[in-house]
C-alpha cells in the first residue's frame, strides 16, 4: 500500500536536498513546520467556538419559542386589561433576555477570537525568538 502524499514531508525531503552554506534546513524546515501547526490550531480553536455559538444560539431560539407558547396559553382568555398588562411585561422581559443573549454571545465570539489570536500571537513570538538566535550567531 502506498503512503498518501504530504506536500510538506515531500518539500522537506527536497529543500533537504540543497545544501546552502551557513544554513540549517532542518531548523528552518522545523520552524515552518511549527508555523503551519499554529495555524492549525488556531483555525480549531477558532472553527470550535463557531460551533459552540451555533449551539447557544440554537439553544436560545428553542428556549424562546418555549417562552412564547408558554405566555401565549398565559394571556388567552380572562380581563382584556390584564391581558395587555401581561403582553407588556412579556414583551419588556423579552427584550431583557434578548439583550442578554446578545451579551452572552458577543462574549463567546470575543473569547473565541481571543484563543485563536493567542495561539498565532505565540508562534509570532516564537518566530521572533528563532530569528535573534539566528541573527546571534552570524
Known amino acids: 500500500m ?7 514531508t515531500d518539500f522537506s525531503k527536497m529543500l533537504e536536498s540543497f545544501k546552502f552554506p551557513g544554513v540549517d534546513m532542518t531548523s528552518l ?9 499554529a495555524l492549525a490550531e488556531a483555525n480549531r ?7 459552540a455559538l451555533v ?8 428556549a424562546s419559542a418555549q417562552e412564547i407558547q408558554a405566555a401565549a396559553a ?9 391581558a395587555m398588562n401581561k403582553q407588556g411585561e412579556f414583551v419588556q422581559q423579552s427584550l431583557q433576555k434578548a439583550f ?8 463567546m465570539a470575543r473569547k473565541s477570537q481571543v484563543e485563536a489570536l493567542a495561539a498565532i500571537s505565540q508562534r ?4 521572533l525568538q528563532e530569528v535573534t538566535a539566528l541573527s546571534n550567531r552570524t
Do not use: H
Not at 442578554?100 to 462574549?107: D, G, T
Open 45 to 51: 480553536l477558532a472553527y470550535e467556538g463557531m460551533q
Open 124 to 127: 509570532a513570538e516564537e518566530t
Open 100 to 107: 442578554e443573549n446578545m451579551r452572552e454571545l458577543a462574549e
Open 55 to 62: 449551539r447557544k444560539q440554537t439553544e436560545m431560539l428553542s
Open 29 to 37: 524546515l522545523d520552524s515552518r513546520r511549527k508555523d503551519i501547526e
Open 74 to 82: 398565559r394571556m388567552s382568555g380572562g380581563n382584556p386589561a390584564e
Open 2 to 8: 502506498t503512503t498518501p502524499f504530504n506536500q510538506i
